[in-house]
């Protein structure tokens, strides 16, 4: 089975929500995830890695 790993930077933080842009690949697509799903020390600027269900920072 592949595991599959993605990057993000966190772009904006908005209350529950944090906007995340992939940096692995060529794309402008932002994706809203609650901040409930990620790490509680993440700021604007944050870089995480994204595998097996889990954001993680950087």
Do not use: F, H
Not at 2 to 23: C, F, H, P, W
Not at 28 to 54: C, F, H, N, T
Request: aromatic share 8%.
């Amino acid at each position: 089975m592949d595991i599959q790993t993605m990057y993000y930077e966190v772009i904006s933080i908005d209350g529950d929500y944090a906007n995340l842009k992939r940096t692995d690949v060529c794309s402008d697509e932002q994706k809203l995830v609650a901040r409930a799903l990620l790490p509680e020390e993440i700021v604007e600027g944050s870089r995480l890695k994204y595998e097996m269900l889990q954001y993680e920072l950087e």
